[in-house]
């Protein structure tokens, strides 16, 4: 085969390598793009707060009161707490985006508060430590109960 045929198979073959390289490249970036871009949409899909504690802390706080009825004694029991202690603290960063006009300051630091307790409880269920599970659980809805006095004159109060 001639040199220019060889020469010219091969310059065709490594521009199509590169364009492959190329559409690959630009996908993995818009997707990755997509992934991260957080302006598109509401900032919040509920705004009316009592809407959103209802449906977003009430069901995790019940299924996290009967799970911290009684020491677990099966893997499961200390997988549920750990779930929804991690839920409840991560959900605690949205309440952020919902800060009122008045009273910013204290909504803020009940919602560090119990975020900061959650991650505790969580911890201390990893370690399967019920004492320090039940610590943290009570101190933290002691910090969900505080935001309810001031917010929500004292209605919705937690008990353990």
């Not at 198979?9 to 630009?26: G, P």
């Not at 209802?54 to 750990?82: C, D, H, N």
């Not at 370690?127 to 002691?142: I, P, R, W």
């Not at 001031?150 to 209605?155: A, I, L, P, T, V």
Request: charged fraction near 20%.
């Amino acid at each position: 085969m001639n040199q220019r045929i060889i020469g010219s198979i091969l310059l065709t073959l490594f521009a199509v390598v590169a364009v492959l390289i190329d559409t690959e490249s630009r996908a993995t970036v818009s997707a990755m793009t997509a992934r991260t871009t957080i302006t598109d949409g509401p900032e919040v899909v509920e705004d009316n707060m009592h809407e959103f504690m209802e449906y977003v802390f009430q069901p995790t706080y019940k299924r996290l009161k009967v799970s911290m009825a009684a020491k677990p004694e099966a893997k499961a029991g200390w997988k549920a707490i750990k779930s929804d202690a991690l839920i409840l603290a991560e959900s605690c960063n949205l309440l952020f985006a919902r800060t009122p006009e008045e009273g910013a300051s204290d909504w803020n630091k009940y919602a560090v508060s119990s975020r900061v307790q959650g991650a505790a409880l969580y911890q201390a269920a990893r370690k399967q430590d019920f004492d320090a599970a039940t610590s943290s659980y009570k101190s933290m809805l002691e910090s969900c109960n505080a935001c309810h006095r001031q917010f929500e004159n004292g209605r919705h109060i937690l008990s353990p």
